[in-house]
């Protein structure tokens, strides 16, 4: 419905007022259907914050030259490029675990949870959830459509904390947080299961495939059917 210009100062106001009562009440029953139980009558714990209020945010200087393949004497914390565990450095970036942010390079704005104790390359950042909020919440809140925006491109695209730093986030309280972050945690930890599964099968589909031909000195393959 559009707003008749013409109308007087009072029934316009009670329309408006109306409007956003029944929005709200459309807001309510959206987050009444995707909210767990226990905090569906919780309506005010939901609030806007500034990212900086809820994560930290800390450099790395490890560059992926100096890392070693495998753990051994000061080597001793885990190395993280964009595509995962790459080998062992000399250095951490949190006691915690903390959200891997590419901030360099074609992958920038691209994140991964690394876990508490370890270190990331140069070309990627560490953000880091202060008191009384969820890393894994804000891993999956904070996704690559996030950053996205942020992203300068000028010559290498590059990404900068404080440009995103001030950008409000809905934030439920931290008990939803956790709630959240673990249940959607589980959706990553069997994909991992059936990923591990996959690789299992290729390789026995390998060694079959390696033995049920015979092989070029030979007339009969090592596996036949009886």
Known sequence: QLLDPFVNEDKDSAFT???????????RLYMKKLRFKEFI????????????????YAKSDDKEENS???????????????????????????????????????????TILCEAETSVVWTMGALIAKKNYSIK????????????????????????????????????SYAEQEKIGGFLSTFDELIEKQQDKIGLLKE???????????????????????
């Open 17 to 27: 007022a109306s409007l956003i009562e029944k929005d709200e009440k459309k807001r």
């Open 41 to 56: 009558s919780d309506s005010n714990s939901i609030k806007y914050i500034n990212l900086k209020d809820a994560l930290l």
């Open 68 to 110: 070693i393949k495998y753990k051994q004497d000061e080597y001793i914390y885990k190395l993280y490029s964009p595509k995962g565990h790459i080998g062992y450095s000399k250095l951490k970036v949190s006691d915690d675990k903390f959200i891997g942010l590419v901030k360099w390079g074609s992958g920038a704005g691209n």
């Open 137 to 172: 919440y804000f891993f999956y809140k904070l996704n690559y459509q996030f950053f996205h925006k942020f992203i300068s491109t000028s010559t290498t695209p590059n990404l900068y904390y404080n440009d995103f730093s001030e950008e409000l986030i809905q934030t439920p």
């Open 204 to 226: 026995l589909k390998k060694g079959y495939l390696q033995k049920m031909f015979p092989k070029n000195d030979a007339n009969v393959p090592e596996i036949r059917f009886k």
